[in-house]
């Protein structure tokens, strides 16, 4: 009987063949496995891109009127900072140069008893009446509320009475009466690559630090932001542009923010 099997050429021509075969679809694995990784930190990138713009378009319209500034330091940190509106109203007493007193009354929806932890301002026409001492701003903390048994419905409306703590005399009276209760200052900064979120540090004229707050966002390659004055035509209006990704990549928002508050 004569011995069936393979010779020596014929082995070495089927490891070669498989050999070529495993290195053609190892390839094809590769490739698939790479195109699914660049994918998939695309989408990463675009999700947490896209979360951190829209957050800060929220929170842009609620800003109060003249209170965003931009800080920037050329190559170094882009910083956009501004005061959220807590509550707003209109006045029918507040002391209005030349009055000096202690007494405010104000018609406002949902009174609350915080709100008198926070700044009050009539007519601020600049961020300096935010980040810097002026007469358009008090702190209401101290005031007490004269007419307590009368707030009975808050939140379909009501007028309060407060005794301020000391005499004020504000620097102007807003055209429409209008007033504003805000909260601490918010920052956003791009630095580093990262955009970060800093809340409730005091109002002051210089700079956040860098590296301080929430991290929002990564791959931050560009950050710029730019304030356009509300004129007799339009609100103020606030342009972001903001850039993920390594150079050359097309992923960027531009987006232009129109602030409905006014004075």
Same mark, same amino acid.
């Given at each position: 009987?004569?011995?069936?099997?393979?010779?020596?050429?014929?082995?070495?021509?089927?490891?070669?063949?498989?050999?070529?075969?495993?290195?053609?679809?190892?390839?094809?694995?590769?490739?698939?496995?790479?195109?699914?990784?660049?994918?998939?930190?695309?989408?990463?990138?675009?999700?947490?891109?896209?979360?951190?713009?829209?957050?800060?378009?929220?929170?842009?319209?609620?800003?109060?009127?003249?209170?965003?500034?931009?800080?920037?330091?050329?190559?170094?940190?882009?910083?956009?900072?501004?005061?959220?509106?807590? =509550?707003?109203?209109?006045? @029918?007493?507040?002391?209005?140069? %030349?009055?000096?007193? +202690?007494?405010?009354? !104000?018609? *406002?929806?949902?009174?609350?008893?915080?709100?008198?932890?926070?700044?009050?301002?009539?007519?601020?026409?600049?961020?300096?009446?935010?980040?810097?001492?002026?007469?358009?701003?008090?702190?209401?903390?101290? =005031?007490?509320?004269?007419? @307590?048994?009368?707030?009975?419905? %808050?939140?379909?409306? +009501?007028?309060?009475? !407060?005794? *301020?703590?000391?005499?004020?005399?504000?620097?102007?009276?807003?055209?429409?009466?209008?007033?504003?209760?805000?909260?601490?200052?918010?920052?956003?900064?791009?630095?580093?690559?990262?955009?970060?979120?800093?809340?409730?540090?005091?109002?002051?004229?210089?700079?956040?630090?860098?590296?301080?707050?929430?991290?929002?966002?990564?791959?931050?390659?560009?950050?710029?932001?730019?304030?356009?004055?509300?004129?007799?035509?339009?609100?103020?209006?606030?342009?972001?542009?903001?850039?993920?990704?390594?150079?050359?990549?097309?992923?960027?928002?531009?987006?232009?923010?129109?602030?409905?508050?006014?004075?």
């Amino acid at each position: 009987m004569q011995n069936r099997g393979f010779t020596l050429i014929e082995l070495v021509i089927t490891l070669v063949v498989l050999a070529i075969l495993a290195v053609g679809v190892t390839s094809y694995i590769g490739i698939g496995a790479s195109m699914y990784s660049d994918t998939a930190q695309r989408e990463q990138l675009l999700g947490q891109s896209r979360f951190v713009a829209e957050r800060m378009l929220r929170e842009l319209r609620n800003a109060a009127p003249n209170s965003i500034r931009v800080q920037q330091q050329a190559g170094i940190m882009s910083c956009i900072e501004f005061s959220p509106v807590a =509550a707003a109203g209109f006045y @029918s007493v507040a002391p209005i140069k %030349p009055d000096n007193h +202690a007494k405010l009354e !104000l018609n *406002l929806y949902n009174w609350q008893a915080g709100l008198l932890n926070k700044a009050f301002l009539i007519y601020p026409l600049n961020p300096s009446d935010y980040y810097a001492t002026s007469n358009a701003r008090i702190e209401l903390s101290g =005031a007490v509320v004269t007419n @307590s048994a009368d707030i009975t419905t %808050p939140a379909q409306g +009501a007028t309060v009475k !407060l005794s *301020l703590n000391s005499p004020h005399s504000f620097e102007h009276q807003s055209p429409q009466k209008r007033f504003y209760i805000v909260d601490p200052p918010v920052s956003y900064c791009a630095a580093n690559g990262q955009i970060r979120r800093l809340v409730g540090h005091n109002y002051n004229t210089g700079l956040p630090i860098i590296g301080s707050g929430v991290l929002m966002a990564e791959s931050v390659r560009r950050a710029e932001f730019k304030i356009l004055p509300a004129v007799l035509t339009r609100n103020a209006v606030v342009n972001m542009l903001l850039v993920f990704g390594p150079e050359g990549s097309d992923l960027f928002f531009n987006y232009e923010v129109h602030i409905p508050n006014v004075p």
